[in-house]
């Protein structure tokens, strides 16, 4: 919709900077200015409008968590609006203006189109960031379907309290659960090694700070299954089919797989006992309990 209307706009905008026989350089008088003005004020709240569509429909869509749906506004309707406003031309008629001697009229047309195209300008801008703008919505909504979908599946807090002689060796059912219903959805409609990596991310910050702000306590043997929980995470990375090798690559080196890690070795740690990782583990913002 907005795609073919900024196509008719940018064309009815373009004829209006030829006038006559000129093909470029006309006198500003045998330009059809007053037009143009009108043009460009229909423009200027058309840009204003498809932005705010985008960041409204973006918080609408992202809360269904249809995925497929967002990315073809954000990586499609947005950027299709941005090719067509790309083709706009709009000569700058400062040095006409104070040159040449016109009429009142032709005088305040100038001025207003010159505040007009400024107006458009600074919205086409607007528009140009407003993807980055509804990436950042996704990523706060993503923080809330975390959530939502942990407290759907996370074992009761009786489940890691268990004690058992032998250590787990499979990762808890919840895990695959989780991954599929929060990150799955987005590899499955974009091939983007920055926007998977930043869902990853936040679904573990969520997975910390939901046992945190629930303040679980683990045995031993508890947190122990945590810690092989978290080593599922690159287990089902490195096996969902769909991944391409590259955005695969990425997500591995996701440095939030290290922190899940570390928080799962501090839990089984002993007084006086160092804590082996391959990487030295940065400031912590979680605290949790673990019980002999």
Same mark, same amino acid.
């Given at each position: 919709?907005?795609?073919?209307?900024?196509?008719?706009?940018?064309?009815?905008?373009?004829?209006?900077?030829?006038?006559?026989?000129?093909?470029?350089?006309?006198?500003?008088?045998?330009?059809?200015?007053?037009?143009?003005?009108?043009? &460009?004020?229909?423009?200027?709240?058309?840009?204003?409008?498809?932005?705010?569509?985008?960041?409204?429909?973006?918080?609408?869509?992202?809360?269904?968590?249809?995925?497929?749906? &967002?990315?073809?506004?954000?990586?499609?309707?947005?950027?299709?609006?941005?090719?067509?406003?790309?083709?706009?031309?709009?000569?700058?008629?400062?040095?006409?203006?104070?040159?040449?001697?016109? *009429?009142?009229?032709? =005088?305040?047309?100038?001025?207003?189109?010159?505040?007009?195209?400024?107006?458009?300008?600074?919205?086409?801008?607007?528009?140009?960031?407003?993807?980055?703008?509804?990436?950042?919505?996704?990523?706060?909504?993503?923080?809330?379907?975390?959530?939502?979908?942990?407290?759907?599946?996370?074992?009761? *807090?009786? =489940?890691?309290?268990?004690?058992?002689?032998?250590?787990?060796?499979?990762?808890?059912?919840?895990?695959?659960? =989780?991954?599929?219903?929060?990150?799955?959805?987005?590899?499955?409609?974009?091939?983007?090694?920055?926007?998977?990596?930043?869902?990853?991310?936040?679904?573990?910050?969520?997975?910390?700070?939901?046992?945190?702000?629930?303040?679980?306590?683990?045995?031993? =043997?508890?947190?122990?299954? &945590?810690?092989?929980?978290?080593?599922?995470?690159?287990?089902?990375?490195?096996?969902?089919?769909?991944?391409?090798?590259?955005?695969?690559?990425?997500?591995?080196?996701?440095?939030?797989?290290?922190?899940?890690?570390?928080?799962?070795?501090?839990?089984?740690?002993?007084?006086?006992?160092?804590?082996?990782?391959?990487?030295?583990?940065?400031?912590?913002?979680?605290?949790?309990?673990?019980?002999?």
């Amino acid at each position: 919709m907005f795609v073919e209307l900024f196509q008719l706009l940018v064309t009815l905008s373009n004829e209006c900077e030829v006038g006559g026989e000129w093909v470029i350089g006309a006198p500003l008088v045998e330009l059809p200015l007053s037009e143009q003005i009108v043009v &460009l004020h229909r423009m200027d709240h058309s840009v204003h409008t498809a932005r705010l569509w985008a960041i409204q429909e973006t918080k609408i869509i992202a809360h269904t968590w249809d995925l497929d749906v &967002l990315f073809l506004l954000v990586k499609g309707d947005v950027v299709n609006c941005l090719e067509e406003l790309s083709y706009l031309e709009l000569a700058d008629h400062t040095t006409a203006l104070s040159m040449n001697i016109i *009429s009142v009229q032709v =005088y305040m047309c100038t001025k207003m189109r010159a505040k007009i195209v400024s107006e458009v300008k600074a919205n086409i801008e607007l528009l140009q960031i407003c993807p980055a703008k509804c990436i950042d919505t996704l990523a706060k909504i993503c923080r809330v379907i975390s959530l939502a979908n942990l407290h759907m599946c996370f074992p009761q *807090s009786n =489940y890691w309290r268990k004690n058992n002689s032998t250590s787990p060796v499979a990762a808890s059912l919840y895990v695959e659960t =989780y991954f599929e219903k929060v990150l799955l959805p987005v590899l499955e409609v974009i091939e983007d090694h920055e926007t998977s990596n930043m869902i990853l991310r936040i679904m573990c910050e969520a997975w910390l700070d939901y046992i945190y702000l629930h303040r679980i306590k683990f045995s031993e =043997y508890g947190a122990q299954q &945590l810690l092989t929980d978290f080593a599922y995470v690159s287990t089902w990375v490195t096996e969902c089919s769909i991944i391409s090798q590259n955005v695969r690559n990425h997500l591995l080196k996701n440095e939030v797989l290290r922190r899940c890690e570390g928080v799962g070795r501090l839990l089984l740690r002993h007084p006086g006992e160092a804590i082996a990782m391959r990487k030295r583990l940065g400031k912590l913002n979680v605290e949790f309990t673990c019980t002999s």
